[in-house]
């Protein structure tokens, strides 16, 4: 959450900082602000989206090349001009962008204001800003970095963070600990930010910063110690990005065009894996580790938020077929508790941003413990896909959209080749049931191509339902995360309450909340359980619900009861999430368009949340 940018070079560094600011809006939008060093410092913020921050710019004081930015997701301090970044240390000396949280900013302040610093805003971030420049201020010999490196020796908690020194006008220096940054080496000028897509234009070189990594970054220069001045050896890596993948094309919204790719990524996520042949997956990213995985006694899930929902899908599909027993964590909850894990357990990290702070803690915790840690992730070079033993990427390509589509589906396809992989090596699954799941399975993404030409008829469902201030999905089986999904969709993005539940736990509670006004959204194709998701539907209608059913198409019995329906095409069981979620999805994209929500950037929420 938070996304920093800084440049130096020989451009006017504001056009960079405020693009750049841009790209990085999806991990938060509550305020915006820029810093800029010529003759002197000159601070730009403003309470809001990055849009707004550039109607409080005067053009002409905010030249120079070079600078740095913030777009802030609120954790100390409400959203205000105020406590938007950066924040500026007491005496000007200092200005700093900061994602993460200092955890012990209180006991810093109090430190600070016993010596006479005051503080202006809410933040942890002025703490860190007014401590660095109490270190520098201590004596005459102390370099801008030297502060920042003693400041953050007495920190607790997370960073990413750029600093700027007014009297080291020919620097800027950044840290990193459990906060993602990277560093771009351009033509005669470097980058930094939160991610690399936001100087993709301008290179495709970079370094990843690592924890306790402190970078000074001058115009020729580059040089890399720890937090101790320790020099640390750094890699360059390239980034293979392209920027039409930033842009939303001819579609009105990121979310829209992230559904819509669906099929071509499902393609690209199985490219070079399942094989035309359907004989054999390959996982190349698992080969090493392989035979372990297959001795394991157990696999540990772990995710958050959606990426936690494909987690529950996997445990369906591995137990089934590969007959291993499998626990589904949320990635918070997993830090919560003294879980029991050994070297015989393999711990599945699901993430698609590959940032996510309980995601990353939980990863540790299960590499302490001696687990072998293996990665689902989407963004290359992130974090996790670092830091785990070995993993699997999903290729979705750049997802924009804070409510995640495509990468949700990517999961699933990783997820449902692995389980499949694993059931063949273990000899689970009968060679038939194995060849014809891998046929289907290639299968999917003409699959899902289909359902999405219903498009206009799921938008004028849409319709018909946007006033209603609530809704319950149901779902059994391996379509009950598909539920919560769709229940998560709507939710997030539309602001109505959505819940999803098991189907046969409705009687324990839920039911109570069915009306005349209520949608009841059923996930109910043609499965195992189609009968007692009848029996559900009836129970509904009995009470006056309003059912919108997701059925096999050309199911004639629900298209009588329901009160609307969603059709998906026929497949085997097994792999009906992938088809079902896209109407969910579709569903809550046009309500949430429709009431008029900022379908892209729903309020409160961030796409990356790397605060815990
Ligand atoms: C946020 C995003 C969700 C995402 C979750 C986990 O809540 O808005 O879309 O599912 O984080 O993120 P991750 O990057 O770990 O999958």
């Known amino acids: 959450m938070c996304g920093i940018v800084g440049y130096i070079g020989k451009e006017e560094a504001l056009p960079v900082l405020i693009g750049g600011l841009k790209r990085l809006e999806y991990r938060g939008y509550d305020s915006a602000g820029v810093a800029i060093l010529n003759g002197s410092l000159e601070i730009f913020k403003s309470k809001g989206k990055v849009a707004n921050l550039e109607n409080h710019i005067v053009p002409e004081r905010a030249h120079g090349n070079i600078g740095i930015g913030h777009t802030r997701w609120a954790t100390h301090g409400e959203p205000s001009d105020v406590n938007a970044h950066p924040q500026l240390s007491q005496n000007g000396n200092f200005t700093i962008v900061h994602n993460g949280i200092i955890e012990n900013y209180d006991l810093l302040k109090t430190d600070l204001e016993a010596k006479g610093y005051t503080f202006q805003s809410e933040t942890d971030t002025e703490v860190l800003a007014n401590l660095i420049e109490y270190f520098y201020n201590q004596e005459v010999e102390v370099s801008a970095e030297t502060a920042v490196q003693l400041a953050l020796s007495k920190v ?91 842009s939303k094309g001819d579609y009105e919204h990121y979310m829209l065009k992230e559904i819509y790719e669906q099929p071509n990524i499902i393609k690209e996520t199985f490219r070079g894996r399942l094989k035309p042949e359907h004989t054999e997956i390959v996982l190349g990213g698992l080969l090493n580790v392989f035979p372990r995985i297959k001795e394991a006694n157990r696999i540990i899930i772990i995710g958050c938020g959606t990426s936690w929902h494909a987690a529950l899908i996997a445990e369906y599909l591995l137990e089934e077929y590969a007959q291993i027993p499998v626990e589904v964590e949320y990635a918070s909850e997993f830090r919560c508790r003294k879980p029991v894990i050994s070297d015989k357990d393999v711990v599945m990290l699901i993430s698609q941003s590959g940032e996510t702070a309980d995601t990353l803690a939980a990863l540790q915790l299960a590499k302490d413990k001696g687990a072998l840690a293996i990665g689902i992730c989407n963004v290359v070079g992130s974090t996790l896909s670092r830091e785990t033993d070995a993993g699997v990427y999903t290729h979705a390509g750049v997802e924009i959209g804070v409510a995640s589509t495509k990468a949700f589906t990517a999961q699933v396809a990783v997820l449902t080749m692995f389980a499949l992989k694993l059931a063949k090596a273990k000899g689970t699954i009968s060679d038939a049931d194995y060849g014809v799941l891998v046929k289907e399975l290639s299968e999917i993404p003409d699959k899902l191509a289909s359902i999405l030409l219903d498009n206009e008829k799921i938008k004028q469902i849409a319709a018909k339902y946007l006033e209603a201030n609530a809704a319950l999905y149901l779902g059994r089986g391996n379509l009950f995360p598909v539920a919560l999904e769709g229940a998560l969709k709507l939710k997030e993005i539309s602001y109505v309450h959505a819940e999803g539940y098991a189907a ?36 509904i209608k009995a009470r006056k619900g309003i059912v919108i059913a997701v059925v096999t198409k050309g199911d004639k019995r629900l298209q009588k009861m329901a009160d609307d329906i969603m059709e998906i095409p026929t497949c085997h069981p097994a792999l009906a999430p992938f088809l079902a979620i896209i109407p969910l999805q579709l569903l809550s994209y046009h309500i949430a368009y429709l009431r008029g929500c900022d379908v892209d950037q729903p309020r409160n929420l961030a796409k990356s949340v790397t605060v815990e």
Do not use: M, W
């Not at 080291?168 to 220096?173: A, S, T």
């Not at 234009?201 to 306790?212: A, K, S, V």
């Not at 000074?216 to 039409?244: A, C, R």
């Open 156 to 246: 607790v908690g997370a960073y990413g963070l750029a600093v700027l020194c007014v009297n080291e006008k020919d620097k800027i220096i950044a840290a990193r600990k459990g906060s993602p940054l990277v560093v771009g080496l351009g033509t005669d000028a470097y980058f930094v930010s939160s991610d690399a897509n936001t100087f993709v234009e301008h290179t495709n070189q970079i370094i990843y910063l690592n924890d306790e990594d402190v970078a000074v970054i001058q115009h020729k220069n580059f040089t890399l110690k720890n937090i101790g001045n320790t020099p640390v050896s750094f890699k360059i890596s390239n980034v293979n990005l392209e920027i039409g993948e930033l």
């Open 504 to 539: 046969g736990e409705i009687k324990h509670g839920p039911i109570a909340l069915v009306d005349d006004k209520l949608p009841v959204i059923v996930v109910a194709p043609q499965n195992e359980h189609y009968e007692k998701l009848v029996n559900n539907i009836q129970e």
